[in-house]
């Protein structure tokens, strides 16, 4: 059993940054992989980033590739995005996200652990 509790999320203007951060709890959180997904309204959930656990080849889907950067301390356990460059397409609720395996429930959907969501609004 894993625990995802998002934060960090807020308002931000066009062309800005921001970094939201999850916090995973539980025996086995340091060895999943750890990702984020958003959800725009009216959208459905759209997969981000995911990250291994030590750390390196993270993917990311194309639509954030070069502004978004998925990153782990796993001493803490905790997982961050840091979205630059934000524009209003961007404003969603983000999910962090865990899951044991890769690359099958991040591509074609079944992913474990979800956190409850941080809003994050972009103002144009």
């Known amino acids: 059993q894993v625990q995802l509790v998002e934060s960090g999320g807020g308002l931000v203007q066009t062309g800005g940054s921001l970094r939201v951060s999850c916090a995973a709890s539980?025996?086995?959180?340091?060895?999943?992989?750890l990702g984020w997904f958003r959800q725009a309204p009216g959208k459905e959930r759209e997969f981000l980033a995911v990250?291994?656990?030590?750390?390196?080849?993270?993917y990311y889907t194309d639509s954030v590739k070069g502004r978004f950067i998925i990153s782990r301390d796993n001493a803490k356990n905790t997982v961050f995005l840091q979205m630059n460059r934000l524009k209003p397409e961007d404003t969603a609720v983000y999910y962090c996200?865990?899951?044991?395996?890769?690359?099958?429930?991040?591509?074609?959907?079944?992913?474990?652990?979800w956190g409850k969501g941080t809003l994050v609004t972009v103002s144009s």
């Open positions: 996200a865990a899951d044991p395996k890769y690359p099958s429930p991040w591509v074609f959907g079944g992913v474990n652990y």
């Open positions: 539980g025996s086995a959180a340091s060895r999943y992989f």
């Open positions: 990250i291994g656990w030590s750390g390196g080849s993270p």
